[in-house]
């Protein structure tokens, strides 16, 4: 019974808090200008047609990851202080506090993850509003340095602390690869954020997407007897539930850049807790399909004088440049989430 009054209890406060925050900061971020510029030029050629489509969306404010970064911080802290300092007060009215968000076995390594990951977001979308150094966002090679210096802490944690040398997959194989799980985890987990992160450029796309992926984990994590992963898990859930709320077309702000890269390298790293790496692997497909859109894209116009597969890629941008509105994309996109989530969660009860 206290697991589940524990649980309601952090989603309950989660979705409060974000949703009494959100209009005033929405009228903050509109006092201070801090909104978005649309990128023109990417990563290897000019991303003219992209700018063209999104033209309407560069006054759009951003940096709505102050909030649940906030949110987060403060229930920690809160769990914290009632575990240590308050149980003897609540014990009075026959509750007692027996966990803290703050656990070395559990959260540790998730939390290590969305700080180090978001503040990076953070600063990008920061420099973006801002243009500082003159300059509009964090180059990529930057980007590219700062996640490969933390997946290699990550990686080394897994694989000298946990032990980890392989990758389980139930009812197919045992991949045992000993020192070359390093830098394997490494290439999965910095390909797979960057193609979540190239999700996020439509109105709730990305956030929904992320929520069915949470949810699962929730699942996950609480059937494995991990009640205060799944706590942080149902935080985030219904973080970006409160956001959705708020954020229905037209978007008053956007997740953009590296956060989204942040939710799921930690969603990569719960995966590799609770060894369900298939299960990341079935709920992801629609990131994985992202990502192979820009790569097909990219070598087609290398080898082939320029010449393109998709009108834009990503896959999504192509079916808006066909001329699918956003919220058909979205909703399909969705749908197709959805079903994935599904599966993957079936799949999940299967390996118990």
């Not at 700080?115 to 977001?121: C, D, I, N, S």
């Not at 009640?227 to 709320?245: D, E, G, N, R, T």
């Not at 942040?262 to 299960?279: F, G, K």
């Not at 890629?313 to 994935?340: C, D, N, Q, T």
Request: aromatic share 22%; net charge positive; with cysteine.
């Amino acid at each position: 019974m206290w697991n589940i009054i524990f649980l309601i209890s952090y989603l309950l406060l989660s979705f409060l808090f974000t949703f009494i925050l959100i209009p005033p900061y929405i009228k903050f971020l509109h006092k201070y200008k801090l909104w978005k510029q649309i990128r023109e030029e990417w990563l290897i050629w000019k991303a003219t047609e992209f700018a063209k489509l999104h033209k309407s969306k560069t006054w759009t404010p951003t940096m709505w990851a102050w909030i649940i970064l906030f949110m987060i911080i403060f229930l920690v802290v809160v769990s914290m202080i009632l575990q240590h300092y308050w149980a003897d007060i609540l014990h009075f009215f026959n509750i007692k506090v027996k966990y803290s968000l703050f656990n070395r076995n559990e959260t540790y390594l998730p939390l290590f993850t969305l700080f180090t990951v978001g503040w990076l977001g953070l600063i990008d979308d920061y420099m973006n509003v801002r243009w500082i150094w003159r300059t509009k966002w964090i180059s990529a090679k930057f980007k590219m340095i700062w996640l490969i210096l933390f997946s290699l802490i990550w990686a080394y944690w897994f694989y000298f602390k946990l032990g980890h040398t392989s990758f389980n997959f139930p009812f197919l194989w045992d991949i045992h690869l000993w020192f070359f799980y390093i830098p394997l985890f490494i290439f999965i987990i910095i390909s797979m954020a960057n193609a979540v992160n190239i999700t996020d450029w439509l109105d709730w796309l990305a956030w929904g997407l992320l929520l069915f992926n949470y949810s699962v984990y929730a699942i996950i994590t609480y059937n494995q007897k991990l009640l205060i992963l799944s706590a942080l898990c149902m935080i985030i859930v219904w973080a970006l539930i409160a956001f959705l709320w708020f954020n229905i077309k037209p978007a008053k702000f956007y997740m953009w850049d590296v956060w989204a890269l942040a939710l799921w390298a930690n969603l990569w790293i719960m995966a590799m807790m609770t060894d369900t790496l298939i299960v990341l692997v079935i709920i992801s497909w629609i990131y994985i399909l992202e990502i192979l859109s820009v790569i097909i894209q990219m070598t087609s116009k290398k080898l082939r004088n320029w010449k393109k597969i998709f009108r834009i890629a990503p896959f999504h941008h192509h079916l808006e440049a066909i001329w699918w509105k956003e919220e058909s994309v979205v909703m399909r996109f969705w749908l197709i989430g959805m079903i994935l989530s599904s599966i993957g969660l079936i799949v999940s009860l299967l390996l118990k």
